[in-house]
């Protein structure tokens, strides 16, 4: 891969990023829906934006749901979804098992339907035992009710020589109730047990993002989340723009301190942000402005001016990276967040 260039400034945009991209490649929890309800302007935004000609497909980390079960929820929240736009970290590393072992090899499959589902689409043989002689062992969320003595069955596997996979290594995962453990935090158990390392699919590595692009053949795709370390990630490591919606885990002081591989190339409140242009953010003296605000990183972040506070934010953004260069700005934002209600 070549090398990246380092953002420091949010970039401008004089179309709408619904028009300037053939593509959304779209986060589900934190950007289209919260705890199962639609997230406000989601539903309107995407209509618009596919009424306007862009492809929308929906990108998720989680292998325990199939794809025509997400597609079911995203149309019961009222925008219309085929399985075939919903791409998951299952379907991500079936390929890659599949590019490693031939078609009929079994697979211990540690998680949902999800996975069984995805390694079926592939030719691969889902197996429930180390017993079953399996060629590689696959570990997804397998959600609440996953048995303690799967972990198990992983181990011994693998502690044969088995190759193991992972769709993803979230700590955490999203519910009703709060945080819950992800199954990043079921990877580690394993982990700890055998001291073995799984091949990794889900964002923000290559592999996920290649499975978005066989899948809908996006030319020039916008990755729409509201993560700085699986969404923006993921789409730097793509090398394809992003755009950070803030109604899901990022603040203003996690973006501020954003290093580079987690800086978006567009911020915005929520998926309104896909059917408008984008503010320049311009340099001005020692500091930047946007709209009616102006930034400067000094021995803290200061901040002058009034108007939009996303603006603001925006500028803020542009004196921290600047500041920070390839590493992460230390300044104190508190007191100029604190002007925008950020």
């Known amino acids: 891969m070549e090398q990246q260039t380092v953002r420091t400034v949010p970039a401008g945009s004089e179309r709408a990023l619904s028009t300037a991209y053939d593509t959304a490649l779209l986060d589900l929890d934190g950007v289209v829906y919260a705890g199962g309800a639609a997230i406000t302007y989601a539903v309107e935004s995407l209509l618009t934006a596919r009424e306007g000609g862009m492809q929308l497909a929906y990108v998720t980390n989680n292998a325990l749901r199939p794809p025509q079960v997400v597609a079911e929820h995203i149309t019961e929240l009222g925008v219309p979804t085929e399985a075939s736009e919903v791409i998951n970290s299952a379907q991500a590393v079936a390929r890659l098992i599949s590019e490693q072992h031939p078609a009929g090899a079994k697979v211990l499959v540690i998680g949902g339907e999800g996975l069984r589902i995805a390694l079926r689409e592939r030719g691969l043989v889902p197996v429930e035992s180390a017993e079953d002689d399996p060629a590689a062992v696959v570990q997804g969320y397998g959600g609440p009710e ?197």
Request: aromatic fraction near 6%; hydrophobic fraction near 40%.
């Open 146 to 342: 996953l048995q303690w003595g799967r972990f198990a069955e992983a181990c011994y596997a693998i502690a044969r020589g088995v190759p193991w996979y992972a769709s993803n290594t979230d700590l955490t995962i999203p519910s009703g109730r709060g945080i819950a453990p992800g199954n990043g935090a079921a990877v580690e158990v394993v982990r700890i047990a055998t001291g073995a390392e799984p091949q990794v699919a889900g964002k923000p590595l290559p592999p996920m993002h290649r499975e978005t692009i066989l899948r809908t053949g996006a030319e020039h795709p916008l990755v729409v989340g509201d993560r700085l370390d699986t969404d923006i990630e993921g789409a730097y490591n793509g090398q394809v723009d992003s755009l950070l919606v803030l109604t899901g885990v990022t603040d203003g002081a996690q973006l501020l301190a954003a290093p580079p591989q987690h800086r978006p190339t567009y911020v915005d409140a929520d998926l309104r942000g896909m059917l408008t242009g984008q503010p320049e953010v311009v340099a001005e003296g020692e500091g930047f402005r946007c709209g009616g605000w102006t930034a400067r990183a000094g021995e803290i972040l200061e901040l002058d001016g009034e108007g939009e506070p996303l603006d603001g934010l925006r500028a803020l953004c542009a004196a921290a990276w600047t500041q920070a260069g390839d590493g992460v700005c230390e300044l104190d934002s508190g007191k100029a967040l604190a002007r925008l209600g950020l």
